[in-house]
Every structure is written in structure tokens, then in C-alpha cells.
């Protein structure tokens, strides 16, 4: 598939592809064994959290980085960088350019109940064999190598974590295991009901995607008509101690880019943490380029010429570059700009996928296989001591603007996001 073929990704925008069957929101089988859901008690998380915000100008890629522990709670967001750690452990896990990996993202699914033109194909499902997918036990006793390891935040992705009966119980096995920061990306459709489990179970974040505020045209970006439960979902975060929920949308030329402000109007309508996501070429189908990505830059300039933006302080690992509204409107606008301002240098991140595979950049050319450890009967000393070398090998950074990128074999629908 070549660049040339990007039209095609607008052409499913104006409708003219009918790439899937409107009237079929599809929610697969969960895979792994089932495990009943269980219902809890919303808990409260919310210590007050207090922000120091920095007078320097907020030029994208320019601004102060934010050192010191601004929060109460502990709230990986602003985690200190300064070789501190929380609860008294030591962080052990880093790679051969100094990089200190303290946050994991665990894939508990390659199944999606969504077809997002940027992710996945609307061809039919291509997910893995059940078996070949880790149970929750293997997850378990990897999440506690991984947290005896040093990493510090664990968040669940897909896929869409959501179809896998026994979330819930896993997020309790990481409460358990003392992870001090629990966080979930889902795309929605299943979450308005599942709020008050979550949160029993210890979830501490949430990241909700949603890409327009159109219903026809979340439609044909999703290829689902789910706009309204995903709203709901929405709406039952921001009812619990869960909010500020973070809502992610990727900008794709020609299908969402009118939307800036709009979603801008909703995070302060909301009071939602808004993020932009550049489109990086993670797509199953390969359209994407360049042209197709909305630079952050481009975003930042368009909502602050609306209601001028006051920059917020952030970890040098983090991927967001963070703003509140000048105006005191609640809502928050974070900027991720992979693709024209990668973060790379400061990346504290590796991925577990769904079938047992480490990855140490998302644009990874190999990943390294834990699950024929898992299932071969080695010890937990053996796996923690690949991991550390595995680890060591991390990536210096992703090559997207170099010339002769080849983007990487898996998408992010079977990487984890
Ligand atoms: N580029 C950028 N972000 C992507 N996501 C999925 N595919 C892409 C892509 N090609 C995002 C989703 C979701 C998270 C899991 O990853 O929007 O928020
Ligand atoms: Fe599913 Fe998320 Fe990919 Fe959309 S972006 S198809 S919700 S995994």
C-alpha cells in the first residue's frame, strides 16, 4: 500500500466506502477465561491536588519542565524525576541510555468492538487464537515481576480492555500487588456501567477515546453508531472521583480537523482533560503520511487564538505537553506530538501485547517473546533477568522522520495504546 492510496481514508470520511456493516456494532467473544464481573462500591480518590503552574510563555517543545512534586497524591503525571521514588523502592529497571522504565502498558486484548480508520482495518477480525492470548494468571505473575521490577504505573490497554470479562478482578490483583498507579484506555462503548467496578477495583485514571463530537462522523471514524454510549461513559466517569476523565482524539486531515475547537468548547464545557493525539503510522491499513497528521503545533495555535492558554507544568516523561484555560474555564488541553516533537529522549515506557510479547518502543522492529518463558517453566528470576536485558536493548527513539521508515509489522490495535 503506498501514500497514494491515502484518499482512500477520506473517502471512507464522506461516506463513499461503505467499509463495514452499519448496523452491526460488533462486541466479540471474550477471550481468556471468564470471569464473573464484580459490581462495587464507587470509592473516593480525591485528595486535593494542588498545581504549580510556570509564568514562562507556553511555546510548544519549549517549555519549563516541571521537577518537583506538585500533587498530594501521588499522581504519576507529575511524578518527580529526580531519582526519588515513591513508597520508599528503589527503581531498578532502565535501559543502556540511562532512561528509567517505570511505566508498563499491558495489552489484556488484541479483540476491539471498534474499527478506527487510524487503527484498525475494516476488514474482518484477524485477532490471535485465545490460547495464544496470556490468561490472567500469566498476566498476574508478570504484572508482580514487573512491579518488583520498579515500574511504577500500569496502564491497561487493548484492543479494548473492556470485552475481556474479568478486568476488573485483574485491576484488583494490581491493587493487591501495591502498583501505585492504575490507569485504563478504553474507546467507551462498554464503560458507563462498569465505572463503579473499576474504581472498586482500584482503577486511578481513565483515558476515554473519542474523535469527533459528530455522531456521523464518529461513525464513519469508528465504523460503529456507539457516539451515545461512549457519551454516557463519559458522563459516568465525570460523576465519580475518577474525574477529570482524559479524552483522547486523534486529528486526521480532512476527517476531524474542523473539530479543534469544538473539543476545546467541551473540555471547558466538561471540565474533561482534552488531548490531541498526532496520527502516527500505526494504522492497519498503511494511508497513512504526513499529510494526514494535524501537527500539535497547529492545534495549539488554533485553541489558544480562541481562549489563550496557560501552560501547566509537566514530567520530563511525560507525553503531554499540558495546558489550562487562561480564562479560569475548567478543562485541561493536552498536546501529544509524537510525530513532530518526539519524546523520545525522556521515554520512562515499554508494552506488554496481548500475546505475551515485550515491546520497548511502540515503533518497535521485534518484540521479545515472555510467553514461552512463561509457559516453558522458567522462574521468575529467569524472566526478570530478560526483561532487564531486553530492557537495556530499548531504542534510542522512533525513526518516523528519518528517511527509510518502515513502520513497524504489528498496528496499534495489537500493540496496546
Ligand atoms: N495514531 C495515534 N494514536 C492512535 N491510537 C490508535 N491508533 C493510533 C494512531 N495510528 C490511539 C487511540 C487511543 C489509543 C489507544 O491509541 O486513539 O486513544
Ligand atoms: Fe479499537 Fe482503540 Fe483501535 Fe479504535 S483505536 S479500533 S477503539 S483499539
Excluded at 517505570?102 to 487464537?129: G, H, I, K, M, Q
Excluded at 515503533?363 to 518463558?373: P, T, Y
Amino acid at each position: 500500500m503506498t501514500f497514494a492510496s491515502a484518499p482512500h481514508i477520506l473517502a471512507i470520511a464522506a461516506g463513499i466506502q461503505p467499509a463495514y456493516d452499519k448496523d452491526v456494532t460488533p462486541t466479540p467473544p471474550a477471550c481468556g477465561r471468564d470471569i464473573p464481573w464484580r459490581r462495587g462500591e464507587a470509592a473516593g480518590f480525591g485528595l486535593p491536588r494542588v498545581r504549580v503552574e510556570t509564568p514562562a510563555p507556553p511555546v510548544l517543545g519549549k517549555e519549563p519542565v516541571h521537577r518537583k512534586c506538585a500533587d498530594f497524591r501521588f499522581d504519576p503525571d507529575s511524578m518527580c524525576e529526580s531519582g526519588f521514588l515513591f513508597f520508599g523502592e528503589p527503581m531498578t529497571l532502565h535501559d543502556k541510555f540511562g532512561r528509567q522504565i517505570t511505566d508498563l502498558r499491558v495489552s489484556v486484548t488484541d479483540r476491539c468492538n471498534f474499527r478506527c480508520v487510524y487503527c484498525r482495518s475494516a476488514d474482518p477480525e484477524n485477532y490471535r487464537e485465545h490460547d495464544e492470548i496470556l490468561s490472567w494468571n500469566e498476566l498476574e505473575r508478570l504484572a508482580r515481576i514487573f512491579a518488583d521490577l520498579g515500574i511504577q504505573k500500569m496502564r491497561i490497554t487493548g484492543g479494548e480492555p473492556l470485552v475481556r470479562d474479568g478486568v476488573e478482578v485483574y485491576l484488583r490483583k494490581l491493587t493487591e500487588l501495591r502498583v501505585p498507579d492504575i490507569s485504563m484506555t478504553t474507546n467507551g462503548h462498554l464503560l458507563a456501567e462498569r465505572v463503579p467496578g473499576l474504581i472498586s477495583a482500584g482503577l486511578h485514571r481513565i483515558n476515554v477515546s473519542l474523535d469527533s463530537l459528530d455522531p456521523i462522523k464518529f461513525e464513519k471514524i469508528t465504523r460503529t453508531r456507539s457516539y451515545d454510549s461512549v457519551m454516557r461513559g463519559i458522563d459516568a466517569v465525570q460523576a465519580t472521583a475518577l474525574a477529570p476523565a482524559k479524552i483522547n482524539a486523534v486529528l486526521v486531515r480532512g476527517f476531524n480537523e474542523d473539530e479543534v475547537e469544538a473539543f476545546a468548547a467541551f473540555a471547558r464545557e466538561r471540565g474533561v482533560i482534552m488531548r490531541f493525539i498526532e496520527f502516527m503510522p500505526l494504522d492497519a491499513d498503511r494511508h497513512w503520511s504526513r499529510d494526514l497528521m494535524v501537527p500539535a503545533e497547529e492545534v495549539y495555535r488554533r485553541i489558544h487564538a480562541q481562549w489563550p492558554l496557560v501552560q501547566i507544568p509537566h514530567a520530563q516523561s511525560e507525553t503531554a505537553r499540558k495546558y489550562r484555560f487562561a480564562d479560569g474555564a475548567p478543562g485541561e488541553i493536552g498536546l501529544i506530538a509524537p510525530v513532530t516533537q518526539p519524546f523520545c529522549g525522556h521515554c520512562s515506557r515499554i508494552r506488554l501485547t496481548a500475546d505475551g510479547k515485550v515491546r520497548t518502543c511502540l515503533f518497535s522492529k521485534d518484540d521479545h517473546d515472555l510467553r514461552g518463558m512463561l509457559r516453558n517453566g522458567a522462574s521468575d528470576a529467569d524472566i526478570e533477568e530478560r526483561i532487564r536485558a531486553l530492557v537495556d536493548q530499548k531504542e534510542k527513539g522512533h525513526r518516523i522522520n528519518e528517511a527509510g521508515f518502515v513502520p513497524p509489522s504489528r498496528t496499534m490495535v495489537f500493540i496496546g495504546g
